[in-house]
């Protein structure tokens, strides 16, 4: 009786010791501690023994099956306990962390889109600086060095010769002046007006100027370009009108407004650009011969144009980067 009840209590503390997961814990349950297990076949032993006997075993097999109880309660909890703190570490049921992407800026989408358009009309693109000369941005284009017309452009001065360019319209001299006509190209960019803050202006904006210089350039061809422009970028139901207008390097010069309705308000004409017959005073500026070529210029507000496609009311949300406006688009 002796061997058997040690030799169980050998046989469970070797097998305790292997298991590492429910299963095996519960094999050993059966094998050792089941109702068919091998102590209860030692207590059935226990029974036939003779009386003197059954005090000295009945303790040992006692303390035995309690202890090999106490060592399975153990490593019962021990299991549990490891595996919920796997649990803390990897719920395979939570949603995964995201990502956030950037956008492109809603308003970098409509310059795209812009210069694609004009790309399919036939137009490339060039470019130019944001701090411009006072000749560039004003005496080329025929604003004299006192002429009212300056007052049409609030100007941020760096010095009495140098500004920001109040126009994408400086660009246009760059590029007459450093190539020959036939001309035809949209100069989009950054522009700066020393202007009150409002939802219909800001400090800061982008225009998108076109020219076209050649030999027999008419209005009508100005305007079937931007009808054909306004069309490809609103839709074609897009209600517009030319309004005759003044620009001192244009005549004659016209103004686009395109009719804007809100939800619940009532719909009005916006500008959103400025056009004419590029004046021969410009051409003769940059040395181009005002007798053979003439020429048409444009020059768009891309706020404007993306406020009306988008029905944004206020100007000043695209420069605030705040992202619950920004990942609408
Ligand atoms: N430069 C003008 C403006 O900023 C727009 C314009 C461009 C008008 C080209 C006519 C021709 O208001």
């Known amino acids: ?22 299963e095996a814990l519960e094999a050993v349950r059966i094998k050792y501690l089941g109702r068919k297990g091998l102590f209860t076949e030692l207590f059935e032993e226990f029974k036939q023994l003779p009386k003197e006997e059954k005090p000295k075993y009945g303790q040992m097999l006692n303390k035995a099956k309690s202890s090999a109880q106490k060592k399975f309660d153990e490593v ?42 004009f790309k399919g009309l036939g137009f490339s693109i060039y470019e130019g600086p944001e701090l411009e000369s006072d000749h560039n941005n004003f005496e080329m284009l025929n604003f004299p060095a006192d002429h009212p017309a300056r007052d049409m452009q609030d100007t941020f001065f760096i010095n009495d010769k140098f500004l920001l360019r109040t126009h994408t ?29 409002s939802a219909k202006s800001y400090c800061l904006f ?10 027999d350039v008419t209005f009508a061809e100005l305007k079937g370009t931007l009808v054909a422009f306004a ?41 959103i650009m400025g056009c004419g017959m590029v004046d021969p005073n ?4 940059v040395g181009i011969d005002n007798e ?5 210029a444009f020059g768009m507000g891309v706020e404007r144009i993306a406020m009306l496609k988008y029905g944004v009311g206020d100007i000043r949300v695209f420069f605030d980067n705040d992202k619950r406006f920004l990942q609408q688009f």
């Open 1 to 22: 009786m002796l061997d058997k009840i040690e030799s169980a209590e050998k046989g469970f503390s070797a097998e305790i010791a292997e298991v590492k997961d429910d």
């Open 76 to 117: 019962k909890i021990q299991l549990a306990s490891s595996e919920s703190e796997i649990q803390e570490y990897i719920d395979l049921s939570l949603p995964g962390r995201k990502i956030e992407l950037g956008s492109t800026h809603i308003l970098t989408q409509t310059l795209n889109e812009i210069k694609q358009i």
């Open 169 to 197: 319209s400086p660009v246009q001299v760059r590029l007459m002046e450093s190539k020959e006509p036939p001309l035809r190209a949209i100069m989009p960019g950054k522009v700066y007006r020393n202007e009150a803050l």
């Open 206 to 215: 982008h225009q998108v100027e076109g020219l076209y210089v050649d030999e």
């Open 231 to 271: 069309k490809q970028f609103f839709g074609d139901d897009v209600k517009y009108r030319f309004r005759p207008s003044f620009f001192p390097f244009t005549e004659p010069s016209a103004e686009v407004d395109i009719w804007w309705e809100q939800k619940g308000k009532p719909g009005k004409w916006l500008e």
């Open 282 to 285: 410009v051409f003769e500026n």
């Open 292 to 296: 053979k070529y003439v020429g048409y």
